[in-house]
């Protein structure tokens, strides 16, 4: 394994200090909740080695979730992991050695490239295209499956940009996939904040597919490193509890107990949420409709955007930043940190309140006049 640190990571707010930042754009997530903002008492918990696969009632929960008995998806299925990083970090090294082929869709969420590329496999990107709506083509992703692939890995919605894809192309894919003789890898961390109705849960459509989430984003609860995967092969899910035993034998018993307790409680939360992200995302609709120099596919999932300053405004790039950051105090994730040029910036509106997103907007849009000495 070749290690080296994400730009995403060295460059993330918690890094360069929270107190630093007067308009956090940088998010990928809803705001962060305390205990108190949960209702919930710990007490006098006994801090044993919890169950290898993870809090029973939490994996029964998620089980039901992905589709239940009607999805042919039981408890068994799902092994609870520290965080969705850690359930793609157990995915690749398990499916992955050094030369092994995957086919992974660019721009993505760091782990889902960078792991393999430490474990030194043979990687084919489906570079997603402003100009053709970031959509996720099926034709052109299956062009890139060779004998050799042993897994295909997509994002929906997908991490920066918002986009998802129709049920249709998603079956497919899995279907083709399945035919091709692989795995299918899908982040579905971003599923319980689809506009409208979400997706099937991809590892309730085949064998072959294996599904990762996590409370992180849409609970705002990253501190509690709960995630899962779910997969339904017996044999592929011991090996990924064989590889979790040895990364850490167990999860925490504290955070899967609170993880079990706000996940209980989905279905009296989740409005809230939606509502709470749809007016946001209304305002920023709202500012990219009124802004000139920039242009956006409008994202129809997640809490996050992936607009870009137009490519024929002249500007500094350098200075826009400069201005952004110092001037301002207005952080958003630039493009590098998903390989991308930096006149595009993901911008995260469900984690500020809605004075801060406001004002975060009006930074960049005064950044980028200032870029062009306006």
């Not at 360069?16 to 305390?34: C, H, M, P």
């Not at 849960?201 to 996590?214: F, K, M, R, T, W």
Request: aromatic fraction near 8%; charge should be negative; proline fraction near 5%.
């Amino acid at each position: 394994m070749k290690y080296r640190r994400m730009p995403i990571e060295e460059e993330s707010p918690e890094q360069l200090g929270y107190d630093k930042i007067r308009f956090n754009l940088t998010e990928s997530s809803v705001r962060d909740r305390s205990l108190a903002d949960l209702g919930f008492e710990v007490g006098d918990m006994l801090l044993f080695y919890g169950d290898h696969v993870g809090n029973d009632t939490f994996r029964e929960l998620i089980a039901v979730q992905s589709g239940g008995a009607g999805g042919g998806v039981g408890r068994d299925d799902v092994l609870v992991t520290a965080g969705a990083a850690q359930a793609l970090f157990i995915i690749a090294t398990s499916l992955l050695e050094k030369g092994d082929h995957l086919v992974v869709i660019r721009p993505n969420y760091a782990t889902n490239i960078e792991t393999p590329r430490a474990i030194e496999a043979d990687i084919s990107y489906l570079d997603l295209v402003f100009e053709e709506g970031f959509r996720i083509d099926p034709d052109k992703l299956m062009a890139l499956v060779s004998p050799r692939t042993k897994y295909v890995s997509i994002t929906l919605p997908h991490n920066p940009t918002g986009v998802t894809m129709s049920e249709a192309d998603l079956r497919s894919v899995v279907g083709r996939v399945e035919a091709a003789g692989c795995r299918l890898l899908v982040d579905e961390t971003y599923r319980e904040m689809t506009f409208g109705d979400p997706l099937p849960v991809a590892a309730a459509l085949s064998e072959c597919a294996v599904s990762v989430s996590s409370l992180s984003k849409t609970y705002g609860i990253p501190g509690i490193r709960s995630g899962w995967l779910v997969c339904r092969d017996r044999e592929l899910m011991a090996t990924f509890l064989a590889a979790k035993e040895q990364i850490g034998i167990c999860g925490s018993v504290v955070d899967e107990e609170i993880a079990a307790r706000a996940f209980a409680q989905r279905d009296t939360w989740l409005p809230e949420i939606h509502a709470f992200i749809r007016r946001q995302f209304e305002v920023v609709n709202t500012w990219m409709a009124g802004e000139e120099l920039m242009e956006w596919v409008e994202p129809r999932g997640g809490c996050v955007c992936f607009p870009r300053i137009k490519p024929d405004v002249p500007v500094d790039l350098d200075e826009f930043y400069r201005a952004l950051n110092d001037r301002h105090g207005a952080y958003v994730g630039p493009g590098h940190w998903f390989e991308q040029s930096r006149r595009h910036m993901r911008v995260g509106y469900a984690w500020p309140l809605p004075d801060e997103l406001e004002g975060g907007l009006a930074a960049i849009s005064s950044s980028v006049r200032a870029a062009l000495g306006m």
